[in-house]
Every structure is written in structure tokens, then in C-alpha cells.
């Protein structure tokens, strides 16, 4: 009898490698200071924005931490409806950025959207609860 299960159950797996990889290495190198600088100068706004989070002495710093857990987490195939829930905010914002503020990295953030929601989708029975119009305290 041989195996007939579809190559498409490693879909997911290959999501998660694809978001992962690429958060835990940027939050990584952003936490050692590695990541190179822009060779091309930013819009204003994007300029403003990138320096308003830096001023803030934290925010860069969240932004690497985040990184680096939820990409550590896909990769590890632990709490990954936990990481995708922590990713969500940051990739809203990304995609703000890259629609309002700086155009070039658009496709990329476009790319990370689509996994997210992709892999949000496979995970969905997790977020039920959240999802629930109303809840009880101590409810299952």
C-alpha cells in the first residue's frame, strides 16, 4: 500500500520556517547591532518615523526582542498561535509603513502578511476562544 497523503501537509511547517527564519535572524542582529544601514536615503516620513523610535531609548529594542521570540517560537514549532497573535501588531504596522511612508518594501511586508494570515488561518481552532462574542471567567 503506498503513502497517499498530500505533499501540501508540509505547507505549514514551510510557513512557519519562511515567517521565522527571517524575524529571529533580524531580531537577533538588530539586538547585536549588526543590521546594516539603509544604502538608500528614506523618504522623510520614514525618516521621521525611524527616528521618533529610536528617540524613545525602548522601542527599537521591543521591536528585536519581539522579533527575535516570535521567530524563535515558529521555529521551534512551540506556542506558534501565541507568536503569530504577538507578530500581528508589528506586521500591521509594517504594512502601514511600507503603504503610507516608504513604498520599496512593500512586497516583502506583503509576503509576511500572507504567511501570517496563512498560518493564522491553520491555527484558527486556537483562537476560538479569543473570538467568542462572550465569555465566562474560568470558562474552558
Not at 543590521?35 to 529610536?54: D, I, K, N, R, S
Not at 504596522?93 to 518594501?105: D, Q, S
Request: glycine residues 6%; aromatic residues 14%; without cysteine.
Amino acid at each position: 500500500m503506498t503513502n497517499t497523503k498530500s505533499f501540501t501537509r508540509f505547507f505549514p511547517a514551510v510557513a512557519r520556517i519562511l515567517l521565522g527564519l527571517p524575524l529571529f535572524a533580524s531580531g537577533l542582529f538588530g539586538l547585536l547591532n549588526l543590521t546594516p544601514q539603509p544604502t538608500t536615503p528614506l523618504a522623510a516620513g520614514a525618516m521621521a518615523f525611524a527616528e521618533a523610535l529610536m528617540n524613545t531609548g525602548y522601542m527599537l529594542q521591543l521591536i528585536f526582542i519581539t522579533q527575535f521570540i516570535v521567530g524563535l517560537l515558529l521555529l521551534a514549532n512551540r506556542f506558534v498561535p501565541l507568536a503569530l497573535a504577538l507578530f500581528a501588531p508589528f506586521i500591521v504596522n509594517a504594512m502601514a509603513f511600507h503603504i503610507f511612508l516608504e513604498h520599496t518594501g512593500l512586497p516583502i511586508a506583503a509576503v509576511f502578511l500572507l504567511l501570517e494570515l496563512y498560518l493564522a488561518w491553520q491555527y484558527r481552532k486556537a483562537y476560538a476562544s479569543l473570538l467568542s462574542m462572550k465569555s465566562t471567567p474560568g470558562a474552558n
